[in-house]
């Protein structure tokens, strides 16, 4: 059997898709390209309506490549299949497996049986009340996705699902209540990773801060974790992914000035810089107490790269709100974020909330941030030029020179750097290794950098 897997929306998917191929591998599937391919998988998201949309055309392409194919079938995964179900299966009937966050880990033995069993259809859409435990699997099938990790690094799940419920968010619904993974077994699996020659873990979860508070929780929390990952022998660069600033501890913030490889760089997704809309959307925090939390972390670590997620047009948003945003944006300056036109998304409380702001307003909004965003971004690289700094690459750059041999990896505030290798040493190898960079020039969303030391 062959499979292909598209992956849209957020690392948990790239995750689960690396781990679905994996599994697969071991059972003696081959990865082939679409057009090729017995089985396509699509691990979906649904966090706002666009990606929603790209997997209905994903799925009407896919009804179209299948027409000669008889045998040729699709499963769905991810947000949309646990918001969709069954629907999926009786709209399109090449889908035969429809599976989500929770039933993942039955997927490769359901896959196994469909291909087995002409005609049959099924669903893995149950939520479970503790973290659902997959089995090992461990060679190849890395995702090709802009957000797979590189050689050498891995993701590594620490739980699932949420409970926060902000008022504009699926998440609650498609990935369910959170459920915490055993600390043996994040514990083991990081172990696992290390010994295959990984040197940078990301952990990641819906709101990694709040590990260990739930069910199954095991008295063990997000601090704690952090410490023991990081104390691992081998582990060079530990991150982790996503953060609630309601609930990052301040044992977490320490940990920044404690833990020599955790890497100085978080993602805190601030939302919107005005407290009426913090308010309306359920977040549980307001700028004072952000701002807090990001001055304890600069004084924690004053290097630390901050980024986050901001939404304009939340319903009621006005034009003052988004002043307001604006100038958070100025007093944290951010180097990085990602930002969002509201969507109503079905079943969250926003839907019902009013006035809707008009798609121009929220459009002109949205441009505004974005043209703010890239000055800041690059006064932040600017400043980087002449430092020193480790670069971790991935591999070759997209961009390559006549008279050098470019190479693409990352500082360990996340920033890109690309760095030339010539004369002799443009037949290294850099991928999977590390090397001390001098800074010499900042792009417009990247970093130059020269060769001060050798690669290890
Ligand atoms: N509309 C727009 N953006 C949203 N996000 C989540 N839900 C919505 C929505 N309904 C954004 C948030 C979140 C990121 C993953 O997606 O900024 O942090
Ligand atoms: Fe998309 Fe959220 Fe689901 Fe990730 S958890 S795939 S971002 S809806």
Redesign the pocket.
């Known amino acids: 059997m062959k499979f292909h897997i598209v992956t849209f929306g ?1 690392q948990m998917n790239v995750n689960d898709s690396d781990w679905l191929a994996r599994a697969l591998l071991a059972r003696g599937w081959q990865e082939a390209p679409e057009d090729e391919a017995d089985l396509v998988v699509l691990n979906t998201c649904s ?2 309506e666009k990606p929603e949309q790209k997997v209905h055309s994903a799925l009407g392409r896919l009804g179209q490549s299948f027409r000669g194919r008889p045998q040729a079938f699709a499963a769905v995964g991810g947000c949309v299949a646990q918001q969709l179900g069954e629907d999926l299966l009786r709209r399109y009937p090449f889908v035969r497996l429809v599976f989500g966050s929770d039933g993942i880990a039955q997927a490769p033995n359901a896959l196994e049986r469909i291909a087995a069993e002409p005609g049959l259809q099924m669903a893995l859409l149950d939520f479970l009340k503790t973290y659902p435990e997959r089995e090992e699997a461990w060679e190849g099938g890395a995702a090709a996705h802009a957000d797979a990790p590189g050689p050498r690094q891995c993701f590594v799940n620490i739980m699932q699902g949420c409970d926060n419920f902000c008022a ?3 998440v609650p619904y498609t990935r369910g209540r959170q459920k915490s993974r055993r600390p043996e077994a994040v514990l083991r699996e990081c172990r696992e990773q290390i010994a295959r020659g990984v040197r940078e873990i990301t952990l990641l979860g819906q709101n990694v801060n709040s590990f260990g508070q739930d069910a199954g929780g095991a008295g063990m929390n997000f601090a704690e974790l952090l410490h023991a990952v990081a104390a691992l022998p081998g582990l060079d660069r530990l991150r982790f992914t996503t953060s609630h600033p309601k609930d990052i501890a301040p044992e977490v913030v320490r940990a920044f000035g404690e833990l020599e490889n955790l890497c100085p760089h978080l993602h805190l ?1 601030l ?1 919107s810089g005005s407290d009426a809309v913090l308010r309306r959307m359920g977040r549980k925090y307001d700028t004072e107490r952000y701002l807090r939390i990001v001055r304890e972390l600069q004084a924690a670590r004053p290097d630390i790269a901050l980024g986050t ?3 304009v047009g939340f319903p009621g948003e006005t034009d003052e709100d988004f002043e307001r945003t604006l100038e958070m944006m100025r007093e944290v300056r951010f180097e990085s974020s ?1 930002s ?6 079905p079943g ?1 409380a926003a839907v019902n909330m009013t006035p809707k702001v008009d798609p121009q307003t929220a459009s002109d909004r949205l441009s505004r941030l974005q043209e703010l965003q890239n000055e800041i971004t690059s006064e932040a690289l600017e400043s980087r030029v002449g430092a020193v700094c480790e670069v971790l690459f991935d591999g070759p750059s997209r961009v390559q020179s006549e008279d050098a041999a470019f190479w693409r990896g990352r500082d360990s505030g996340g920033r890109i750097v690309n760095v030339p290798l010539c004369g002799a040493e443009r037949e290294e190898d850099l991928a999977g290794r590390m090397m001390p960079v001098r800074i010499t020039e900042a792009k417009k969303h990247s970093l130059i950098g020269e060769k001060t030391g050798e690669a290890w």
């Open positions: 957020c966090v706002r504009y968010c699926i997704p939302q997620d901001l939404i990602f969002f036109k509201y969507s109503d998304r969250v």
